[in-house]
């Protein structure tokens, strides 16, 4: 497809967050809309992500459109290739793949208060439209680690969001930098094929069981039977994973029964005393995110695995030198150091009424919304997964349909009320994010005792959201129409401000 000139709404990205929004508007009948993809497939942040052992640590029965459920998933977490294939299915399926114009990356979007439009650049030429809804996500671009020397590297090096499958691992010496979600799956694979895996360790993480299953036949073809069936276990996962909420949000030492299972993980795993002491966390359970794994321990208590926890001091062209002044000799470094969160690019890339960018209204207060969704300043704006919606306990799809349901009764409104623009009052901003950051006080990720990449450089979490989930669907159940500033649509339609 060609980038139209002018659209009603434009969607930024292909993943979860577009797929959900195209299909939602599409039934709304709000067709005008366009999806632009920088990349030349759907599928996001699972298009991204092919590192050896991919998969998704939420049960896929969440972790997938509450109105496209898979019966076919092979078992309860599934691999980055069949959640891959998912969406590719789902953008068939509502017939999307036409919608989407691929290869095609916004490069700036200014909002043009007379015409009450967003008038946007991108790779592929200019398109004008009434709203702007980024489905961009939180975990998409790969944060390099800066290290003395890394750009000196003469073997192969690469994050793990850019896994470089032209580079094969057999025999060779392989160092991976990080021990977060990434790389508790990347490491057992490794393991198998190098003949030598360093694995730095900058902080242990806490690794409980991952009670995996794959499903036979015959429940798969109950689940494609009897949808109801799949309708009960994606409610009893979702509750499952909401009784998480009060160690993570309330009272962190609910979280002590998982910190034991995740300590005879270790015990099981790992015999050797200093080596259980090295992997055991310092912080409460739930301050960095829960990694699930059976695989991970066994891998790092292998023979030819070397946990390297003395920090990092440079990487020469052939090796990695630790602070201790050791020389580790690599031939490949995996770098999985995880993402830009807090301060998230599509923020560079927007500008508002008063001629600043997202990121610049972001810089001195950290990043804020307006029920994670809408920014004062910048009208007719709605991102999904914005400030304060992520999770550390369940499915972000979830999230996601929550703000589409907020975004069509805001369209919604807009159609029935003539307005030509919405922009949430600085006031209900303020009193919104000093609730969030009141609740956050209570939670692990404040105060379980370590940094994360859910916190901002002035300590704030602006990540992620401090209570139940179903909490947050409630309240953007209904636009808030009476906590914005709407404007009248003008005389000059969207339509004719494309000259
Ligand atoms: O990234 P991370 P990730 N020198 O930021 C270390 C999602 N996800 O890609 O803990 C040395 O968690 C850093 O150390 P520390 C999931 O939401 C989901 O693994 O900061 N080390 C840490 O160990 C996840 O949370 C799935 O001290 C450095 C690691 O690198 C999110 O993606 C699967 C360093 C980064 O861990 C990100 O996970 C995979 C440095 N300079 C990912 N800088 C699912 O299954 C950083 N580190 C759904």
């Given at each position: 497809m060609r980038l139209p000139q002018r659209v009603d709404h434009l969607i930024v990205g292909s993943g979860f967050a577009g797929l959900c929004t195209a299909i939602k508007l599409t039934e709304d009948g709000e067709t005008d809309f366009v999806v632009i993809e920088k990349a030349d497939d759907v599928g996001g942040t699972w298009r991204d992500n092919t590192y050896p052992g991919a998969c998704c640590d939420v049960p896929s029965q969440l972790y997938s459109f509450s109105f496209a459920r898979n019966p076919e998933w092979s078992s309860?977490?599934?691999?980055?290739?069949?959640?891959?294939?998912?969406?590719?299915?789902?953008?068939?399926?509502?017939?999307?793949?036409?919608?989407?114009?691929?290869?095609?990356?916004?490069?700036?979007?200014?909002?043009d208060d007379d015409a009450q439009v967003w008038r946007c650049r991108t790779t592929a030429g200019e398109v004008v439209a009434r709203t702007l809804i980024t489905g961009t996500g939180g975990l998409s671009e790969p944060r390099l680690p800066a290290i003395d020397g890394i750009e000196t590297f003469q073997g192969a090096l690469f994050h793990s969001a850019r896994w470089d499958h032209s580079v094969d691992l057999i025999g060779k010496r392989v160092a991976v930098i990080g021990t977060g979600a990434s790389a508790i799956q990347i490491v057992p694979e490794v393991q198998q094929v190098a003949a030598h895996l360093d694995v730095y360790q900058r902080t242990a993480p806490w690794v409980i069981p991952r009670n995996d299953r794959r499903y036979p036949r015959l429940e798969r073809l109950a689940l494609r039977r009897v949808p109801a069936l799949a309708k009960l276990y994606r409610t009893g996962i979702y509750w499952a994973h909401e009784g998480y909420v009060p160690a993570f949000t309330w009272q962190p030492r609910l979280g002590a029964p998982a910190e034991k299972a995740a300590t005879i993980n270790i015990h099981k795993a790992i015999k050797d005393p200093d080596l259980r002491a090295k992997v055991t966390p310092t912080f409460r359970l739930g301050c960095k995110r829960v990694l699930r794994s059976n695989t991970y321990y066994p891998a790092i208590a292998s023979p030819n695995v070397d946990l390297v926890t003395d920090p990092i001091a440079r990487i020469t062209p052939t090796s990695v030198v630790t602070r201790d002044g050791v020389e580790h000799p690599v031939?490949?470094?995996?770098?999985?150091?995880?993402?830009?969160?807090?301060?998230?690019?599509?923020?560079?890339?927007?500008?508002?009424?008063?001629?600043?960018?997202?990121?610049?209204?972001?810089?001195?207060?950290?990043?804020?919304?307006?029920?994670?969704?809408?920014?004062?300043?910048?009208?007719?704006?709605?991102?999904?997964?914005?400030?304060?919606?992520?999770?550390?306990?369940?499915?972000?799809?979830?999230?996601?349909?929550?703000?589409?349901?907020?975004?069509?009764?805001?369209?919604?409104?807009?159609?029935?009320?003539?307005?030509?623009?919405?922009?949430?009052?600085?006031?209900?901003?303020?009193?919104?994010?000093?609730?969030?950051?009141?609740?956050?006080?209570?939670?692990?990720?404040?105060?379980?005792?370590?940094?994360?990449?859910?916190?901002?450089?002035?300590?704030?979490?602006?990540?992620?959201?401090?209570?139940?989930?179903?909490?947050?669907?409630?309240?953007l159940a209904r636009f808030d129409a009476d906590a914005y500033d709407a404007q009248a649509a003008r005389p000059t339609p969207a339509r004719e401000a494309v000259a």
């Open positions: 309860s977490y599934s691999p980055q290739s069949e959640i891959w294939a998912y969406l590719q299915q789902v953008a068939r399926d509502f017939d999307l793949t036409d919608r989407i114009v691929f290869g095609t990356e916004l490069v700036q979007a200014t909002w031939d490949v470094i995996v770098v999985a150091t995880g993402f830009w969160t807090t301060e998230l690019p599509i923020a560079e890339r927007i500008v508002g009424r008063q001629g600043r960018t997202l990121a610049e209204e972001w810089a001195d207060g950290g990043m804020s919304a307006y029920k994670g969704t809408t920014v004062h300043g910048f009208p007719n704006l709605f991102m999904m997964t914005g400030p304060n919606t992520g999770q550390g306990h369940t499915s972000v799809v979830f999230v996601i349909e929550s703000q589409v349901a907020y975004l069509r009764d805001a369209l919604r409104t807009m159609r029935e009320q003539g307005y030509g623009a919405v922009e949430p009052r600085a006031a209900a901003q303020r009193r919104w994010n000093a609730m969030v950051q009141r609740r956050m006080k209570h939670t692990v990720w404040n105060r379980g005792g370590c940094s994360s990449w859910y916190l901002d450089a002035h300590g704030r979490n602006t990540v992620l959201w401090p209570k139940a989930t179903f909490t947050f669907r409630r309240k």
